[in-house]
Every structure is written in C-alpha cells, then in structure tokens.
C-alpha cells in the first residue's frame, strides 16, 4: 500500500541538532523532498549529514546561535524536528554529574516556537526526559523536584498551542 505523503508545499522543514542524517532521511520520505535546514555544532555530524543530505542548508554551529527567522528567510516553518541531547537523562548515563548547559537544550524549541511558530514540531528524546529537572548542588538531579523544568518545558509549548 503506498502511504500519503504529508504535503509541505514551499514550508521550511528544518532538523535541529541534526546527527548524520537518520531523522533528515525519514522527514525526507514523508515530506517527499530534501530537508531545508541542518544544524548541529559538530562538524563531522555537519560533514556526514552533508555527504548524506546534499541539498539541505547546513549550519555548522550552536542551535543558540542560528536564528530561525533569518534561517528559513522568513518563510513558514511547515516540519521542525529536534534531537536534543539525551545522554543526561537517559539510565545508560550512569552516576555522571550532569551539565545544566547539554540538559537545556530543549529550550531551544521553545525559542523556534516563539520565533517561527513550526505547524508540526517534533522532539525526539528517551522517556527519562520526563524526570527533568533541576539539579543539585552535588550536579545530580534533585530527586524532590523530579520532572518540575519538564513540566514548565511542556506548559511553555501548550501556551502557544501545540499538544
């Protein structure tokens, strides 16, 4: 059975905290055309995702720094998908002090949200991203406000309509 393709028409698609192109490849099948924007500070993830996703803009540099408006020229913002970095939430990380820094990354959905208000947003995370919160003096999680910043995170992207 052949499966309907989302239509994007000319809307922006952009993918934030782009890897070597895995999430790009399947936003490609289902919008039926190359992604428009990639950024990742990482420049071997940048120079894979560019071996892998040629036509796409790619921005080599902090998800902070690249503005969306500029990024996508203004245009509406149909598909933004972000990846923001799981290894502080994730079981598989261990007893590591977490880094407040690497553990904010969500916020920068929040900042596409208010910048260029994307009609689909995607955020691909591990289910412990729930747990997020503010962390200790000690830099682990403070188990007594577990989940407190996800919940504020989620309200946050509630106030401009999205589910």
């Known amino acids: 059975m052949r499966q309907k393709m ?6 922006r698609a952009a993918e934030n905290v782009a890897g070597g192109g895995g999430a790009s490849t399947g936003i490609e099948a ?9 950024i990742n500070h ?9 071996t892998n996703h040629p036509e796409t803009r790619h921005y080599c ?14 245009q509406q913002v149909g598909l933004a998908w972000f990846s923001p970095d799981c290894t502080h939430f994730s079981k ?6 977490a ?15 208010k910048r260029v208000r994307p009609r689909v947003l995607m955020v691909e995370n591990v289910e412990e991203f729930q747990t997020w919160g503010p962390l200790a003096k000690n830099g682990q999680p403070c ?3 577990e989940g407190e910043t996800f919940k504020r ?3 946050e992207l509630k106030r401009f309509g999205y589910q």
Do not use: Y
Not at 65 to 72: H, I, L, N, S, Y
Not at 99 to 113: F, M, T
């Open 42 to 50: 990482d420049p071997e993830a940048i120079a894979m995702h560019k």
């Open 153 to 155: 995170w989620v309200r």
């Open 30 to 38: 289902a919008i039926g055309r190359a992604i428009d924007i990639a």
């Open 6 to 11: 989302i239509d994007f028409g000319h809307e």
């Open 92 to 97: 598989a990380r261990g007893a590591k002090p």
């Open 143 to 145: 188990p007594a406000r």
């Open 61 to 74: 540099e902090s998800v902070w720094k690249v503005d969306p408006v500029k990024a996508t020229g203004g």
């Open 99 to 113: 880094s407040k820094k690497i553990r904010g990354l969500a916020w920068v959905v929040v900042r596409w949200v």
